[in-house]
């Protein structure tokens, strides 16, 4: 059994990791970390963990502390915050996957640009693997520090590299549109995510300026070994939940709905997670699970491909554990399927 320290248990993405964990064979979790002092149990901060986590409270440790009691550690924080957190615990032998962004961007000076804060660590910038497993593995595997990728930037690139990569689509002039649900923007409150807000309401948000811009970049022009620039615009959704991503690009000579699809197919085989389905996804056929649902078409000169994903689980948690997994050697699916 590992011992596990979780930072941010009482958000959003802590609490669909511990139901994770709860039912990991190799994972005990043996700290909740919090900046709450007056020590609530995890139950009572989640309800729905009753029975299943009631011993835990949250607590405020310092690392010191953190680092007797856990040999392993979940970043649920937002960014800045967290890249402090995940070097002083790295400094404490512990390994750590960082779900926020600070750890994502290989260049220093684009993460300052767009996350308009000075990195609390640029020490490990474009040293630490990104945790996408479908892209990374290797990497991953053996990693005392790995960057969770952006739930957005998932969406995006699991549909696009492999047709990037066999050279089925340009690499300019993509084009992606999101649509998320209210619980990516996290458990506390604000006024856009209100209920008279967000119900019944469709809007696009960060047009030209969201922070996932410069990741889906970077890691499409990895993959395609050629820099390219993304138009990415994501939306809220009425929905507690969910990503749904349509990416339009142009396709290279006369790559045809079937080439585009098998392409797809042959990249993923012998991916535990991402499916190539032949009707378009809804989030629904994905939600609380780690799936990855992919559909592409030729449309009227335009490759078109939609991806859907569950934002807190293959866009988040789900995504955690399997870097988990690789991280410790564990089987990838562990507590996943
Ligand atoms: N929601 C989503 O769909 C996704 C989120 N992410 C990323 O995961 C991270 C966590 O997101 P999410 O769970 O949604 O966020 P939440 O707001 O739901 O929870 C974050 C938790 O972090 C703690 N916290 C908040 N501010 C600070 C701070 N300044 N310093 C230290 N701790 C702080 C709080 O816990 P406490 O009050 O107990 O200290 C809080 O509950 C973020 O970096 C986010 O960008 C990534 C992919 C998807
Ligand atoms: C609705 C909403 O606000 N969604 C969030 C989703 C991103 C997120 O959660 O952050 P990561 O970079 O860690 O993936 C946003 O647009 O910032």
């Given at each position: 059994?590992v011992?596990?320290?979780?930072?941010?248990?009482?958000?959003?993405?802590?609490?669909?990791l511990?139901?994770?964990?709860a039912r990991?064979?190799?994972?005990e979790?043996?700290?909740?970390?919090?900046?709450?002092?007056?020590?609530p149990?995890?139950?009572?901060?989640?309800?729905?963990?009753?029975?299943?986590?009631?011993?835990?409270?949250?607590?405020?440790?310092?690392?010191?502390?953190?680092?007797?009691?856990?040999?392993?550690?979940f970043?649920?924080?937002?960014h800045?915050?967290?890249?402090?957190?995940c070097?002083?615990?790295?400094?404490?032998?512990?390994?750590?996957?960082d779900?926020s962004?600070?750890?994502?961007?290989?260049?220093?000076?684009?993460?300052?640009?767009w996350?308009g804060?000075?990195h609390?660590?640029?020490?490990?910038?474009?040293?630490?693997p990104?945790?996408?497993?479908?892209l990374?593995?290797?990497?991953?595997?053996?990693?005392?520090?790995?960057?969770?990728?952006?739930?957005y930037?998932?969406?995006?690139?699991?549909?696009?590299?492999?047709?990037?990569?066999?050279?089925?689509?340009?690499?300019?002039g993509?084009?992606?549109?999101?649509?998320?649900?209210?619980?990516?923007?996290?458990?506390?409150p604000?006024?856009?995510?209100?209920?008279?807000?967000a119900?019944e309401s469709?809007?696009?948000?960060?047009v030209?300026t969201?922070r996932?811009m410069p990741?889906?970049?970077?890691?499409?022009?990895?993959?395609?070994?050629a820099?390219?620039?993304?138009?990415?615009t994501?939306?809220?959704a009425?929905?507690?939940?969910?990503?749904?991503?349509?990416?339009?690009a142009?396709?290279?000579?006369d790559?045809?709905?079937?080439a585009l699809?098998?392409?797809?197919?042959?990249?993923?085989?012998?991916?535990?997670f991402?499916?190539v389905?032949?009707a378009?996804?809804?989030?629904?056929?994905?939600?609380?699970?780690?799936?990855?649902?992919?559909?592409?078409?030729?449309?009227?000169?335009?490759?078109?491909?939609v991806?859907a994903?569950?934002?807190?689980?293959?866009?988040?948690?789900?995504?955690?554990?399997?870097?988990?997994n690789?991280?410790?050697?564990?089987a990838e699916?562990?507590?996943?399927?």
């Amino acid at each position: 059994m590992v011992r596990v320290a979780v930072y941010g248990a009482s958000g959003y993405t802590g609490l669909e990791l511990l139901r994770l964990l709860a039912r990991h064979p190799e994972a005990e979790v043996t700290a909740l970390v919090s900046r709450q002092e007056d020590r609530p149990s995890i139950a009572e901060v989640h309800p729905s963990l009753r029975g299943v986590l009631d011993g835990l409270c949250l607590e405020s440790l310092s690392p010191d502390e953190v680092a007797e009691r856990a040999d392993f550690a979940f970043a649920c924080l937002p960014h800045a915050a967290s890249a402090e957190t995940c070097a002083a615990l790295l400094g404490r032998g512990l390994k750590v996957v960082d779900l926020s962004a600070d750890y994502r961007l290989t260049d220093r000076a684009v993460y300052e640009q767009w996350y308009g804060v000075t990195h609390p660590d640029p020490e490990r910038i474009g040293k630490t693997p990104y945790g996408l497993p479908e892209l990374y593995r290797d990497a991953i595997r053996g990693a005392s520090l790995v960057a969770n990728p952006g739930c957005y930037p998932t969406s995006a690139i699991l549909p696009l590299a492999p047709l990037l990569k066999a050279g089925l689509i340009a690499p300019a002039g993509i084009v992606v549109d999101s649509a998320t649900g209210v619980s990516g923007g996290g458990r506390t409150p604000k006024p856009v995510f209100h209920f008279p807000e967000a119900n019944e309401s469709y809007m696009a948000y960060g047009v030209g300026t969201h922070r996932h811009m410069p990741e889906i970049d970077q890691v499409l022009g990895d993959a395609c070994g050629a820099d390219l620039e993304v138009v990415f615009t994501p939306h809220l959704a009425p929905m507690d939940r969910g990503i749904l991503s349509t990416c339009y690009a142009d396709p290279v000579g006369d790559a045809s709905s079937e080439a585009l699809t098998a392409a797809l197919r042959e990249a993923y085989a012998d991916e535990p997670f991402v499916t190539v389905v032949d009707a378009s996804p809804s989030t629904k056929h994905v939600a609380h699970t780690n799936r990855v649902q992919i559909f592409a078409k030729r449309v009227r000169g335009k490759a078109v491909v939609v991806c859907a994903i569950d934002n807190l689980i293959k866009g988040a948690s789900g995504a955690a554990v399997q870097n988990f997994n690789l991280m410790q050697g564990y089987a990838e699916t562990t507590a996943l399927d």
